[in-house]
């Protein structure tokens, strides 16, 4: 995958689906992640028409590490990723842990984020009366409570956890991370997005645990943003079965983001409300836009293109 050199001389690892032209979506991936293309999630989109940008967050991948990296200090990477690009407006996705992160997007670069598709996103960690593990399972509580006891606590789980999918097959993960996954997740975890989800968290594990450690040290401290400097369009999507990151996220964040549209689902979890549905949901988020988003100068992603 193309690499982009970054001012400070770090790699920022990238890649580049769907069709030629058409409106570009920058997709933040989850905590384990990487830029590695998942057909069963961004296939819905780039059938939708829409051309979709993944990276691989630092210490992922062939990214560069950059110690002690904020949200928003990725949310400030991506901004220079596009410029680089030549994307001048686009839209956002964020899955997860990747939610945090497309909000960032739009409050560091908020003339170019047309609009915000955020899906089972983690709150802020210090949420005002929100009870942030409540709910989740055991994985994530014990991912969580290490919070404030220094970056040995946090290396020992994360060590801990990524040694349960690392190189294991869709069923060992199932197993090893079952408080995580209702039966709903289960079965798409078993089904043709666990062979995805499986290479895009081999290939950000591949070279160390850094991307994590930093994934899980940026979650739980300020974020370098404000919810209020968001004005762009969000659709909020979160299912109430979810046990890795509790519908009481989404709730605050859709009492927190003045620009939110909620869509709570009651029958859904956190993998089978975003595989194979993304591209639906954007078009929700497309509705809302405050303008039609000019095609990308053509050539300037050829690049990357596959």
């Not at 032209?21 to 028409?49: I, K, R």
Request: charged share 15%; hydrophobic share 45%.
């Amino acid at each position: 995958m193309p690499l982009f050199r970054l001012p400070d001389g770090r790699d920022l690892e990238y890649e580049v689906r769907g069709p030629g032209s058409g409106p570009v979506v920058l997709f933040h991936h989850g905590m384990p992640g990487s830029a590695v293309p998942m057909d069963t999630v961004l296939g819905s989109m780039t059938q939708s028409g829409y051309q979709v940008v993944t990276y691989s967050r630092a210490g992922y991948g062939t990214s560069s590490p950059n110690a002690g990296r904020t949200v928003a200090d990725t949310a400030a990477d991506c901004a220079l990723l596009l410029a680089h690009l030549g994307v001048a407006h686009h839209r956002v996705v964020g899955w997860s842990a990747g939610g945090p992160h497309a909000l960032a997007s739009a409050a560091v670069a908020p003339e170019h984020v047309e609009g915000v598709l955020i899906v089972a996103s983690f709150a802020p960690f210090d949420a005002d009366g929100l009870d942030y593990v409540d709910g989740m399972g055991a994985q994530n509580v014990a991912q969580f409570a290490t919070a404030g006891q220094g970056e040995p606590a946090v290396r020992e789980i994360v060590g801990q956890m990524a040694a349960a999918v690392r190189g294991n097959t869709p069923a060992d993960v199932g197993t090893s991370m079952a408080s995580l996954l209702p039966p709903v997740d289960l079965a798409v975890l078993t089904a043709g997005y666990g062979a995805d989800n499986a290479a895009t968290m081999d290939h950000g594990l591949s070279r160390s645990d850094e991307g994590w450690v930093a994934d899980l040290t940026a979650l739980t401290s300020p974020w370098g943003f404000d919810l209020d400097d968001i004005t762009a369009p969000v659709e909020l999507w979160h299912g109430a079965l979810d046990q890795m990151v509790p519908v009481t996220h989404g709730q605050w964040l859709t009492a927190h983001l003045p620009t939110a549209v909620a869509h709570l689902t009651p029958g859904d979890g956190h993998l089978s409300l975003a595989v194979g549905s993304l591209g639906e949901k954007l078009r929700a988020l497309s509705a809302r836009a405050p303008r039609p988003l000019p095609d990308v100068p053509k050539g300037r992603l050829a690049d990357g293109w596959t």
